[in-house]
């Protein structure tokens, strides 16, 4: 009796390696996503003008997006070191780059000059800027440039190659040129930085709060497994309006008691998510619902908020109308993308990871 049963058995055969453009899909999607859903997913430009904000700022806003994923997923930090690599964005864009965190006349020419105004009440002395801005900028770079792009572009992504890297040396090499690049035309173009230049205290604070996010993420702390608890997660959709509604409930305060609920609210909505994530089930759905419900809720209010500079009616509204398309859009063909698929908890998708992000040769290529 003939023992062969075919040349596959026994044998362990590693999938395909995916085509180039299959490969580059994902980095040349968050490029674009991410400016677009800081500068355009709450209605701060028209259709046509969000075109030529993505294009301008896609080396900035989208380098710096695949530069912080590739670092947490390189290192293995995970969801914490992208938040807190994107904080660091967050103050060096805010804080460096355009420099509006400490420019008191930076919306002084736009719709938003009246908050920007209001906005000084509770400006820091001796650094010159506004706590509530500080939160509001910051906050939104985590939530809207960084997190809810990686959140959406990794749920289209198979679970085989979503934590791992997406680039090789040279593909970092030459999006971190672009990065470099982008920050270099908005710091240098005077309607980027409005001709504004930081003190040395103020240049000293920001770049020294960006090495301190920078090294906080990638503390080995993060690299660790955590323990997981037999309780079941909750569905994903508790996650999402728990998010949400630590979003509106900053809508209506202002001043110091908005600066202070922000961040209760944040450390208290940060505290809740990570012992869920502990819990069995946790899973691709469950990131993708905490994020994404920021980025809907700044679609919701496009119909409320006024454009950078005027606009018409007409523009105005099928700008706010082409935003709310996008968004849901995107939101629900990621979770669309996620139920064809065997649901999996973030564990079996480590694991089913692990050896890739091992394949040192791969990677570098």
Partial sequence: MSTNAGPHVGTAHPPPAPGRWRRLGPVLALLALAPWAAECSWGGFTAVDSLAVVVVLAPLYGGAAVLVREAARRTGGGWPAIVLLAAAFGVYQAGLVDQSLFNPEFLADTEFAEAGAQATGTRVPGLGFSAEQAVDFVGNHVALSICAPVALVESFVGPRRRHRPWLGRWGLLVVAVLFAL???????????????????????????????????????????????????????????LVVLGAHLSTVPLSGWV?????????????????????????GQRHVLAAWAAGLLLAAAFTYVVPNYAPASPTEALVGDVVVTVVALALTVGAFHRLRRRPPTDEATEAALDRPALHDRARSRK
């Fill in 182 to 240: 982008g920050s270099l035309t908005i710091f240098s173009d005077d309607s980027g930085r409005k001709n504004f230049l930081l003190s040395p205290v103020q240049a000293t604070v920001a770049v020294l709060t960006v090495l301190l996010l920078v090294g906080a993420a990638l503390l080995p702390r993060w690299r660790r497994t955590p323990r997981r608890v037999a309780v079941p997660a909750p569905h994903p959709g508790w996650v999402g």
């Fill in 258 to 282: 908005r600066v202070g609920w922000h961040l209760l609210a944040a450390a208290a909505v940060a505290v809740l998510v990570v012992r869920w994530s502990r819990r069995a089930g946790w």
